[in-house]
């Protein structure tokens, strides 16, 4: 196993490190947060695919655009141990998601991870296609972009929902969503009887009555008081709606957290008078 985090290395090491990577394979490998372009990219993926027992590859938040996505992923198609791929950057588009998608296709994905800020609903929807290809074996999956619409995201929840059966965690970062996508997601959510983390983005018009209508939802679905439950707020609406949440739906679930992706002191604000200590909250930046 190999696991170097934020230790900013850059692709001068990086290629480094894939030349010990040919001579000393590894079942795991996790290298994130470390200034590593396509170059680099390239060269290690290369290295760590060129076995067929990795199981775990993780080059989350690095400097990498729809050439090196698509260059890891070509390293990784097919590959018949492969359970745990992350791959997330700013720069990675539609292009790469879709390449990405279809290389991964047939590997046994347990967690799939893949973020960016260029990603729409065509590389939103090419994901949730992927799904069904390992539906017997995906439990985790991270898919987040701020053009991904209220409509796309719907469409992934509605595919995961469709063939995942084995769902645990569902990390879904898109456009802020409200009323009737936002209903339809939680759902969704609540029909997977083995979900037990749900991470999404509420804002615009999103009411108190739509909010309490979702939450008991997901209370009351077989996941109930098993589920960790966090949900990220933009605008001051969706601020205020999530400060009444608070009061009445904190302890509920086995785990429940509205944050505002910028930081936590809303929350504060939202109880201050109430006669609830602080240390009562869980929360945390986005």
């Known amino acids: 196993m190999f696991i170097w985090p934020s230790f900013r290395i850059g692709d001068q090491a990086a290629l480094a490190l894939a030349s010990i990577l040919q001579a000393h394979p590894v079942s795991a490998f996790f290298l994130f947060n470390n200034d590593i372009s396509d170059t680099g990219a390239e060269a290690l993926?290369?290295?760590?695919?060129?076995?067929?027992?990795?199981?775990?590859?993780?080059?989350?938040?690095?400097?990498?655009?729809?050439?090196?996505?698509?260059?890891?992923?070509?390293?990784?198609?097919?590959?018949?141990?492969?359970?745990?791929?992350?791959?997330?950057?700013?720069?990675?588009?539609?292009?790469?998601?879709?390449?990405?998608?279809?290389?991964?296709?047939?590997?046994?994905?347990?967690?799939?991870?893949?973020?960016?800020?260029?990603?729409?609903?065509?590389?939103?929807?090419?994901?949730?296609?992927?799904?069904?290809?390992?539906?017997?074996?995906?439990?985790?999956f991270f898919l987040g972009s701020s053009k991904i619409s209220a409509a796309g995201a719907k469409k992934v929840a509605d595919m995961i929902s469709k063939s995942c059966r084995m769902m645990t965690e569902f990390y879904l970062g898109s456009e802020p969503l409200s009323g009737e996508a936002l209903a339809y997601i939680f759902e969704t959510m609540a029909g997977i009887s083995s979900i037990r983390n749900v991470n999404i983005c509420i804002g615009g018009d999103v009411s108190k009555e739509l909010m309490d209508s979702c939450l008991t939802k997901m209370q009351q679905s077989e996941a109930g008081k098993l589920l960790k439950l966090r949900i990220s707020c933009e605008g001051d609406n969706a601020k205020n709606v999530c400060g009444k949440c608070i009061t009445e739906w904190n302890g509920k679930f086995a785990e429940f957290q509205i944050v505002d992706h910028i930081g936590n002191i809303f929350i504060k604000e939202a109880i201050l008078g109430d006669d609830i200590p602080l240390s009562k909250w869980r929360c945390s930046i986005f």
Do not use: Q, W
Not at 54 to 72: E, P, R
Not at 73 to 95: K, V
Not at 120 to 125: F, K, L, M
């Open 45 to 140: 993926a290369k290295a760590a695919f060129h076995n067929d027992f990795i199981t775990m590859f993780c080059l989350d938040s690095n400097k990498i655009t729809d050439a090196g996505a698509k260059a890891v992923a070509e390293a990784a198609r097919n590959n018949p141990s492969l359970t745990t791929f992350y791959i997330s950057s700013l720069a990675i588009s539609d292009s790469g998601a879709k390449t990405v998608a279809n290389a991964v296709r047939g590997c046994p994905l347990s967690a799939f991870g893949l973020t960016s800020d260029k990603i729409s609903d065509a590389g939103a929807i090419a994901m949730g296609e992927m799904i069904s290809s390992c539906a017997e074996t995906l439990c985790a």
